[in-house]
T-cell receptor, first 113, second 113 residues
Framework: SQKIEQNSEALNIQEGKTATLTCNYT??????LQWYRQDPGRGPVFLLL?????KEKRKERLKVTFDTTLKQSLFHITASQPADSATYLC????????????FGQGTTLQVKP | NAGVTQTPKFQVLKTGQSMTLQCAQDMNHEYMSWYRQDPGMGLRLIHYSVGAGITDQGEVPNGYNVSRSTTEDFPLRLLSAAPSQTSVYFC????????????FGPGTRLTVL
């Protein structure tokens, strides 16, 4: 099956450090990947999209990379803050033009002051 | 714009009862989807729609019905609730296309006793 997997273990880091979250995919080569943020009790919110021909994408303190050889996307938060604490979800389209996103299970990030 | 709205926020049902989860969007999006989120399982697609009058099944459709009579509304019906349907339900909408970004509602937390 076409899976998309994230590390289910929570990531705990100290404020000011860089957080790195991993998204792996198997049996499929997505044309792009999306990253969402989800706070407790709320719906996911879109953060970034990266296409397969883009090695890296940045938005303020966020950076996403896409390695088609390793079948992996990395999501980085530099100079992390306690307000960055949330669950981060990786997603790809199940099939084009249908709005069907396939999500990973998400990784919870906890940034300690 | 209110974005994507969902009602109710919380609901408790007894096994065998039926109910409808409401979802509405005011962004004139063609695509709408329903997901359920369970601990350790991530977001799983229940049903989706690519436009008024068009719906299709997602990954976990059993026990749920949908219809799409207008662009704005996409209700999810539970015909005979079961404890396995205890979950948090999210509705999402998008413009569609290969780089589709989804906008999620705040969710409905459903408990079936």
């Amino acid at each position: 099956s076409q899976k998309i997997e994230q590390n289910s273990e929570a990531l705990n880091i100290q404020e000011g450090k860089t957080a790195t979250l991993t998204c792996n995919y198997t049996n499929y080569s997505p044309a792009y990947l999306q990253w969402y943020r989800q706070d407790p009790g709320r719906g996911p919110v879109f953060l970034l999209l990266i296409r397969e021909n883009e090695k890296e994408k940045r938005k303020e303190r966020l950076k996403v990379t896409f390695d088609t050889t390793l079948k992996q996307s990395l999501f980085h938060i530099t100079a992390s803050q306690p307000a960055d604490s949330a669950t981060y979800l990786c997603a790809r389209l199940g099939s084009s033009n249908t709005g069907k996103l396939i999500f990973g299970q998400g990784t919870t990030l906890q940034v300690k002051p | 714009n209110a974005g994507v709205t969902q009602t109710p926020k919380f609901q408790v049902l007894k096994t065998g009862q039926s109910m409808t989860l409401q979802c509405a969007q005011d962004m004139n999006h063609e695509y709408m989807s329903w997901y359920r989120q369970d601990p350790g399982m991530g977001l799983r697609l229940i049903h989706y729609s690519v436009g008024a009058g068009i719906t299709d099944q997602g990954e976990v459709p059993n026990g749920y019905n949908v219809s799409r009579s207008t662009t704005e509304d996409f209700p999810l019906r539970l015909l005979s609730a079961a404890p396995s349907q205890t979950s948090v339900y999210f509705c999402a909408s998008s413009r569609g296309g290969n780089t589709d970004t989804q906008y999620f509602g705040p969710g409905t937390r459903l408990t079936v006793l």
